[in-house]
């Protein structure tokens, strides 16, 4: 090599040192390859326009008809700064190029080139520093979800470029000023402050100002007939946009609404040490949302039931409530201010806002049991998908945007907070709480990553967080426990505990949890630290020998723990109600395996717990337990006598209890398996006289749940749905029994044109009605006539994920395939797989997570 031969005298370094200093002046383009134009937004697209472009701002004009069906003209302006690339400039528009009428780049008008989703512009059009792109165009419908009465965006993860052509990735935030051309009788809200509006010829239009810094994927805006509510609280103004018609929900729930959010946000400004982040703090409730709550920048959405609650509203629904509201506003720190730099890393968002939402609870609602609660939410969620063959890890990879939507799910949601608390749990709560502090402060209104978080813990801990990170966030499934206990002269001589990987590898999870040993008359509890395959309780010698054993007996641990058999006769015994949340989830995860009780001893189990449980949250789990194992783990030969029993055990219940909101649970477990005469008659005489038994408050939602019940069992009497639909009031939830009602139908052929109306787009457009009304078209009772759609749905599953939002994949497949038990079922999805080696990586591990039920039905049961 010439290096070799370079003799290095005084004058070689010279020229040596001469010519290096000339090759520092030499700007190399930024590629060095021809970037590709693809569908989608490719990593690499994104890595190459962060280095490209800064200081972006999008002036964005919609011009909204009252009519969904006609089209939305739209402008917009594009400025930023851009460093010279040999590539041409990609901007993102999932539209037809019919779409684009015109483009001008710095007042000059330029041909409009557009190719696979992107809209490119040639270097020779821009120039070093900034730049000014104008287009005119035609909004794209895929997210705008446009009614008849109003209209809302929801673009996450990658969903602005289906509606205005821009650089859609997280990392590129920009500033918003959003411009609304409405109906006048219209209200309308975004991400920033409204400057000022002028009516005329019956349209409105609605100036907002400069929003705060944002990623694409938290633009927003609202627009359409809803009632606006304002109010102070905590000296900050707040706007509530909502189309509630029951005055008793309005009533019941509007303060509280104002004060919640107030609350959270005065704990967020405590816990992080930073103020609320952004211009205005407003929300909105809309009919049918697609998830829980979206977190707009300073204008959340919400799902309107998820808000308005009435007087028969359980205890857990308005602990639900709080920690959605919790959730959303924490989002306005974590995921909002710093957001990932990648979608791969979307889960961070969701975890921090859990992990906060779950602290903001303890102080918001002092008189709930936190742990409780943290246990019943978060575990029986996390192993419906850690335990099927599609399970994921919380950090996943991601080469393009169009996938980010697969992302999401259980993971994410709950297994990723049952791991912030064990980091918690390991660092120590202050150690944790300080480093939050830290990343928030140094990445405030850009972006991080986890391994950001992890630099900043790692210098605060000695812990080895690299080993702890890589098993619990880079890893998927769950370790199984097992255990020996020897006994020597009625007291305990040894105790050790030994971990391994469920599927058998030698895996370790390090982590700490709790063991009761459970005595006649107390409870001895043993911390243990699980840092190893196999460790002895040495505090555990010499005690007298328990009645029995519970794991996991304080929820914390992660895993399939074992089951002492001893205790399934004594479970109302134990005194801790988070220790009876545990041993009911791993009663049942065991026989899932098919290793525990049988389906039908944990059912008679269970039905003997319904009048003892004292805890709401425990007996939502058990009444839930108990009807999945009716419906979902019993032959249907034998579930008519098991469905019997739980109806007299339930309905007794359910007469002896006082507390409201747990007879409010046992009236919905009976109303879920009624399938005696006797036990329809009563429910039909209920809803028919609009009379609720005792002690129950039914409201409008209640009685149409009960019109569908009565239906989809096809019970003797006429027009059932026609008459609830007479006694809905609100249009809204009008429309959605409309459209469920032909799913209901007690004629075959009218479900069969349902199903087959679900092959278009336009059927599909309201997912929460598309996914009640699969519940009902495949529910057990309907089996029978509708095992012939499974095909047909399985094949449009790419085209779901293609159209729909970011829960549509999963709630779809688990609304067809969770209640089949047959081994056919099983069947046809293995061979749906085995004939496609080439699917869909992420939608395969969808459908192998919502088939996990069918699959272990029928094994256990066949």
Not at 129 to 139: C, P, R, V
Not at 620 to 633: E, P
Not at 721 to 735: A, E, F, T
Request: glycine letters at 4%; charged letters at 20%; a neutral charge.
């Amino acid at each position: 090599m010439v290096w070799n031969s370079f003799k290095l005298t005084r004058y070689g370094i010279a020229v040596l040192l001469i010519f290096l200093v000339a090759m520092s002046f030499i700007q190399p383009p930024i590629h060095a390859s021809p970037l590709p134009v693809e569908t989608g937004v490719s990593q690499t697209l994104a890595r190459a326009r962060k280095q490209a472009l800064s200081q972006l701002a999008y002036a964005l004009k919609f011009d909204i008809p009252a009519q969904k069906n006609q089209p939305i003209a739209a402008a917009e302006t594009i400025t930023f700064n851009w460093k010279k690339t040999t590539d041409p400039l990609q901007l993102d528009f999932k539209e037809e190029r019919t779409h684009i009428q015109a483009i001008a780049i710095n007042n000059k008008n330029i041909p409009i080139v557009f190719e696979s989703e992107h809209l490119l512009v040639s270097t020779a059009f821009l120039t070093a520093g900034k730049n000014t792109i104008s287009i005119s165009f035609t909004a794209g419908n895929l997210s705008l979800n446009r009614n008849d009465e109003y209209l809302y965006t929801l673009l996450v993860p990658d969903r602005a470029r289906t509606v205005f052509p821009c650089f859609d990735q997280p990392d590129l935030k920009a500033t918003f000023q959003l411009t609304l051309t409405v109906p006048a009788g219209w209200q309308a809200m975004t991400n920033a402050p409204l400057q000022d509006s002028t009516v005329q010829g019956g349209r409105k239009t609605v100036n907002f100002g400069r929003s705060n810094i944002q990623p694409t994927y938290l633009f927003s805006f609202v627009a359409g007939k809803f009632t606006a509510v304002s109010q102070v609280e905590n000296k900050r103004p707040m706007t509530l946009l909502h189309r509630e018609t029951d005055t008793s929900k309005i009533r019941l729930s509007m303060p509280l609404l104002f004060k919640l959010h107030a609350d959270a946000l005065t704990f967020l400004e405590d816990y992080t040490q930073i103020p609320y982040p952004f211009q205005k703090f407003d929300f909105v409730a809309i009919p049918d949302f697609q998830y829980g709550g979206m977190e707009h920048v300073g204008a959340i959405d919400y799902k309107s039931s998820a808000l308005f609650l009435d007087n028969g509203a359980t205890r857990d629904q308005r602990l639900s409530r709080a920690h959605v509201i919790a959730h959303e506003t924490a989002h306005m720190w974590f995921g909002d201010m710093v957001t990932m730099r990648w979608f791969e890393d979307v889960w961070l968002k969701e975890v921090f806002a859990n992990f906060v939402a779950d602290k903001i609870m303890e102080v918001s609602t002092p008189d709930a049991n936190y742990d409780l609660q943290f246990v019943v939410d978060h575990f029986p969620a996390a192993y419906a998908v850690d335990r099927t063959e599609g399970a994921n890890p919380i950090g996943q990879p991601l080469a393009n945007l169009q996938e980010a939507g697969s992302l999401y799910g259980g993971i994410i949601y709950h297994k990723a907070p049952i791991m912030m608390r064990q980091l918690e749990r390991l660092v120590g709560k202050t150690v944790l709480r300080d480093g939050l502090r830290e990343y928030l402060k140094k990445y405030a209104f850009g972006n991080a990553s986890w391994t950001d978080l992890i630099a900043i813990l790692d210098a605060r801990t000695p812990a080895d967080l690299a080993a702890w990170n890589h098993i619990w966030v880079n890893e998927t499934g769950r370790p199984k426990f097992t255990y020996q206990l020897d006994k020597q002269d009625g007291e305990i001589s040894k105790l050790v505990i030994s971990q391994t990987g469920e599927d058998g590898s030698k895996r370790l999870w390090p982590q700490g949890f709790e063991v009761a040993l459970v005595y006649p008359d107390h409870v001895d509890e043993l911390t243990v630290t699980m840092n190893g395959p196999q460790v002895s309780l040495p505090d555990a010698v010499g005690k007298p020998a328990p009645l029995f054993v519970v794991f996991n007996s304080s929820g914390q641990g992660y895993g399939l723990f074992p089951v002492d058999t001893a205790m399934m006769s004594k479970l109302a015994t134990l005194k801790n109600p988070v220790t009876r949340a545990s041993a009911y989830i791993n009663l049942h995860e065991t026989m899932l395996t098919g290793q525990g009780a049988s389906p039908a001893q944990l059912a008679a189990t269970y039905q003997n717990l319904l009048g003892n449980e004292p805890e709401e949250l425990n007996l939502r789990l058990l009444t839930n337990q108990l009807s999945d194992i009716v419906w979902n783990f019993t032959r249907p030969e034998n579930r008519a006598t098991l469905a019997t029993s739980v109806e007299q055990e339930t309905w007794q219940a359910m007469e002896k209890e006082t507390a409201a909101g747990k007879k409010k649970l046992l009236f919905r477990l009976y109303q879920n398996i009624a399938l005696s005469r006797a036990a329809q008659d009563r429910l039909y005489a209920i809803w028919n006289e609009q009379k609720a038994p005792a002690g129950v408050t039914l409201t409008e939602d209640d009685y149409t749940s009960l019109a569908l019940s009565l239906a989809v069992r096809d019970y003797p009497a006429e027009g059932i749905l026609m008459k609830q639909l007479s006694r809905i009031k609100n249009p809204d939830r009008r429309k959605r029994l409309e459209f469920m009602m032909p799913a209901l139908s007690g004629n075959v052929a009218e479900r069969d044109a349902f199903f087959a109306s679900l092959s278009s787009e336009t059927n599909r457009e309201h997912e929460a009605w598309v996914t009640a009304a699969l519940g009902y078209l495949h529910h057990p009772l309907r089996m029978a006539t509708s095992a012939k759609y499974l095909p047909k749905s399985l094949d449009l599953l790419e085209e779901i994920q293609r159209t729909g939002d970011i829960f549509f994949p999963e709630s779809w497949l688990r609304s067809t395939l969770s209640n089949y038990q047959t081994p056919e079922t099983a069947q046809l999805v293995r061979k749906f797989l085995s004939d496609r080696p080439g699917y869909n990586l992420r939608l395969k591990a969808k459908l192998l997570q919502a088939a996990d039920s069918p699959f272990r039905a029928s094994k256990l049961l066949y």
